[in-house]
């Protein structure tokens, strides 16, 4: 079985519950399946603070990054009053985004972050779904990038995978997970983790 990585880039204010659910599958189907699974945490700085102020210490920061280790970047979504958008939509992230698409990988993301992945044009007439409550405040800004908004909680567009909320964050990780693997192999695990 060949190794895999997966990308988790955590901007500034991101959502604990929706970066932790991407941590905890895939380090389930390492370490008691075996799968060569392996996750790297990236920010635009060593400490990064969640949207409720827990501080996380990623493994690399953004300049980093070379695409080619990764099979996929998994972005968790976060609060724009915590500053989520300052970091999500910054130029270098962006381009990490479209590096990630143009070459065929993975994107998944959970909540708001769809709009990094929007913002870069990636998803251009693409399908893709983002926060639904709020009267369909959130999915109506997603539209504004050129998206068609499907109001279903996961959304699989080719190898983007959108959600709109956080409760949706383990079902984005398992999604993620089959990609990786298989249906088989995400379902085992599924399973043990009591889902």
Known sequence: MQNKKVLVFLAKAFETMEFCAFIDILG????DYGHNLFVDTCGFTEKVISTF???????????EINVDEYDA????GGFGEFGFYEEAYDERFLKLIREFNAKGKIIATVCSGAFPVAKSEVLKNRKATT?????????EKLKEFGVIVVNEPIVVDGNIITSYCPETAPNVAFELLKMLTSEEEMTVIKKVMGF
Not at 53 to 63: H, L, M, Y
Not at 131 to 139: F, I, R, V
């Open 53 to 63: 102020n827990v501080p996380v210490i990623v493994d690399k920061t953004i300049g």
């Open 73 to 76: 970047l998994a972005i968790p």
């Open 28 to 31: 389930w189907a390492r370490v």
């Open 131 to 139: 926060y639904h409550l709020k009267n369909g405040y959130w999915q």
